[in-house]
T-cell receptor, first 116, second 114 residues
Framework: AQKVTQAQTEISVVEKEDVTLDCVYETRDTTYYLFWYKQPPSGELVFLIR??????QNEISGRYSWNFQKSTSSFNFTITASQVVDSAVYFC?????????????FGPGTRLSVLP | SQTIHQWPATLVQPVGSPLSLECTVEGTSNPNLYWYRQAAGRGLQLLFY??????ISSEVPQNLSASRPQDRQFILSSKKLLLSDSGFYLC?????????????FGNGTRLTVT
């Protein structure tokens, strides 16, 4: 089965704190792709990053960093020195290549609130 | 560059009335198209996806239907709305290949059925 779990339903932090959003996935595919999206209060989902299953190199982009560990089927997202503008719902998604990669499997999302 | 347009942004409809939400994509050809629904405070539920004109796959049995009359146009419809159809509807497009292509979402339609 293809599944994405985001165990943290809601997280609240105070501005400037670091926060990590967890993502655990299940797939029988040996090749797959992982994504993170941000949904601010306006509602539009914004693509943040993608990762291929055969590339375990971690990535840093400004205050954002992603840790992909194939051994634990996790693709966690860390925000360093959080800001109020980071408040949003964050979704992790899996794109297996089963069925020609037509389907994306989304996790339930984690609502992050950054308090001033 | 590619853009996705979805309208209307908000809609209030009475129970039993019809529904038509439209989504168009510009700047790409033969995209995969998707309709998702998000209930308040909940995750994304895939309703329909399409890999080509006239090709629609339904993920959830319900009183909604989808059509793809043109390559870059995707329409979500209902003949009679139910209260449970209220939610935030998102259209998205993606490329069939390469597989590392992400989905790109429209701004969404907030539907309230009264």
């Amino acid at each position: 089965a293809q599944k994405v779990t985001q165990a943290q339903t809601e997280i609240s932090v105070v501005e400037k704190e670091d926060v990590t959003l967890d993502c655990v996935y299940e797939t029988r595919d040996t090749t797959y792709y992982l994504f993170w999206y941000k949904q601010p209060p306006s509602g539009e989902l914004v693509f943040l990053i993608r990762r291929n299953s055969f590339d375990e190199q971690n990535e840093i982009s400004g205050r954002y960093s992603w840790n992909f560990q194939k051994s634990t089927s996790s693709f966690n997202f860390t925000i360093t020195a959080s800001q109020v503008v980071d408040s949003a719902v964050y979704f992790c998604a899996l794109r297996p290549i089963t069925d020609y990669g037509q389907n994306f499997v989304f996790g339930p999302g984690t609502r992050l609130s950054v308090l001033p | 560059s590619q853009t996705i347009h979805q309208w209307p942004a908000t809609l209030v409809q009475p129970v039993g009335s019809p529904l038509s939400l439209e989504c168009t994509v510009e700047g790409t050809s033969n995209p995969n198209l998707y309709w998702y629904r998000q209930a308040a405070g909940r995750g994304l539920q895939l309703l329909f996806y399409s890999v080509g004109i006239g090709q629609i796959s339904s993920e959830v049995p319900q009183n909604l239907s989808a059509s793809r009359p043109q390559d870059r146009q995707f329409i979500l419809s209902s003949k009679k709305l139910l209260l449970s159809d209220s939610g935030f509807y998102l259209c998205a497009w993606g490329q069939a290949i390469p597989y590392n292509s992400p989905l790109h979402f429209g701004n969404g339609t907030r539907l309230t059925v009264t």
